[in-house]
């Protein structure tokens, strides 16, 4: 499965590659320290996951 974790950073769109859901969950939160905006996760299945869900997404995960 794969993640895609997206944001609006300083300098314009933010888009990066993940393999797995606690690596996409890893850069998403990087993403948010350094400021950027709207981060979103996206699973394979096209499912959207917002900061306040991402650790239903590693949940999910592990089951």
């Given amino acids: 499965m794969f993640f895609v974790v997206t944001g609006q950073g ?4 933010l888009a990066v590659t993940c393999e797995t ?6 850069k998403a939160r990087a993403f948010i320290t350094d400021g950027a905006l709207d981060v979103l996760i996206t699973d394979a299945d096209g499912r959207q ?3 306040h869900d ?3 997404l590693l949940l999910e995960t592990h089951s």
């Fill in 49 to 51: 996951h917002p900061p």
């Fill in 21 to 26: 859901a606690a690596a996409a969950v890893e």
């Fill in 10 to 13: 300083l300098n314009g769109p």
């Fill in 54 to 56: 991402f650790h239903r």
